[in-house]
């Protein structure tokens, strides 16, 4: 059984910068291609970021592109979320989400096998 886990969520004020971290357990986490998804009530999830599972590839959505960085330490078995100049309408649950077989649709919640429990990001003055 695979397990996903994300940490560094939190408080912080417009224009400032917070690092999410994804660790799994339980699988070969360094095979998966990994994306960033996030939600905020009331709304669907929607599709963040993605990395391939050697790195080499990268995907961002519109409204992030520019701010905000993935990146993963396969030694470390970790993916990293880096997000700069924040602003408010970035406040949502954030969900990592590992998918085994390298699915194309990198965008789409249903690729994903395995998920996190999500931690809050709230951008706020």
């Known amino acids: 059984q695979v397990q996903v886990v994300e940490s560094g969520g939190g408080l912080v004020q417009p224009g400032g910068s917070l690092r999410l971290s994804c660790t799994a357990s339980?699988?070969?986490?360094?095979?998966?291609?990994t994306g960033w998804f996030r939600q905020v009530a009331g709304k669907e999830r929607e599709f963040v970021a993605h990395i391939s599972w050697s790195g080499a590839s990268t995907d961002y959505a519109d409204s992030v592109k520019g701010r905000f960085t993935i990146a993963r330490e396969n030694a470390e078995n970790t993916v990293s979320l880096q997000m700069n100049s924040l602003k408010s309408e970035d406040t949502a649950v954030y969900y990592c989400?590992?998918?085994?077989?390298?699915?194309?649709?990198?965008?789409?919640?249903?690729?994903?096998?395995?998920w996190g429990q999500g931690t809050q990001v709230t951008v706020s003055s």
């Open positions: 339980g699988g070969t986490f360094s095979r998966y291609s």
């Open positions: 989400a590992a998918d085994p077989w390298g699915g194309s649709k990198y965008d789409d919640v249903g690729t994903y096998d395995y």
